[in-house]
């Protein structure tokens, strides 16, 4: 398999930050995307990650490290509307750019 | 600037009869993918279409085919129906070749099998 891992469900407070975490496996991998699901809703584009480092856009952040396949998602100043799944996917290689996806991670933001 | 499109949005069939789902790809993409998500679950690469030919292909049985035409648009059949093919499907446009070549995703269509 593809062997994408992440939390399954996440809870913080609005106005905090918030980082998800996933895992992947390393061969035959090209880059790291990030989309966001709101239930019952297409997933919408949030991040890609092809080489190390950190990657910002506002108040989402997107880190990869392609040594330990690992990357994170990190939401600063949480607003309700972020309430979502947070879907980490990866493309296996140059030109074959099918994705991989993980299950998902739950964020609820509260009050 | 129209964005991925679908069709129908819901579907209702019962076990053994086939369906075909339709999608239209963003303005500009050529390459259309086709993905499966069932509920609590990440999408599942079924295939993907690019130049009226299938590319590559997920973990799917034969029992899944599909189509794209020359205006880049696609088709999804499954025939003989599961339970288990209850899910939203979903279609992905890219254009080949373009940075990173993200996906943008349409709606969906829910299909549930009775």
């Known amino acids: 398999g593809q062997n994408i891992d992440q939390p399954t469900e996440m809870t913080a407070t609005e106005g905090a930050i918030v980082q998800i975490n996933c895992t992947y496996q390393?061969?035959?991998?090209?880059?790291l995307f990030w989309y966001q699901q709101h239930a019952g809703e297409a997933p919408t584009f949030l991040s890609y990650?092809?080489?190390?480092g950190l990657e910002e856009k506002g108040r989402f952040s997107s880190f990869l490290s392609r040594s330990k396949g690992y990357s994170y998602l990190l939401l600063k100043e949480l607003q309700m509307k972020d309430s979502a799944s947070y879907l980490c996917?990866?493309?296996?290689?140059?030109?074959?750019?099918?994705?991989?996806f993980g299950t998902g991670t739950r964020l609820t933001v509260i009050p | 600037d129209a964005g991925v499109t679908q069709s129908p949005t819901h579907l209702i069939k019962t076990r053994g009869q086939q369906v075909t789902l339709r999608c239209s790809p963003k303005?500009?993409?050529?390459?259309v993918s086709w993905y499966q998500q069932a509920l609590g679950q990440g999408p599942q690469f079924i295939f993907q279409?690019?130049?009226?030919?299938?590319?590559q292909r997920g973990n799917f049985p034969d029992r899944f085919s599909g189509h794209q035409f020359p205006n880049y648009s696609s088709e999804l059949n499954v025939n003989a129906l599961l339970l288990g093919d209850s899910a939203l499907y979903l279609c992905?446009?890219?254009?080949?070749?373009?940075?990173?070549?993200?996906?943008?995703f349409g709606p969906g269509t829910r299909l549930t099998v009775l």
């Open positions: 279409y690019y130049e009226e030919e299938e590319r």
């Open positions: 996917a990866r493309s296996p290689q140059t030109g074959a750019n099918n994705l991989f």
């Open positions: 992905a446009s890219t254009s080949m070749g373009s940075e990173g070549d993200t996906q943008y």
């Open positions: 303005s500009g993409h050529d390459t």
């Open positions: 990650n092809v080489l190390d």
């Open positions: 390393t061969s035959g991998f090209n880059g």
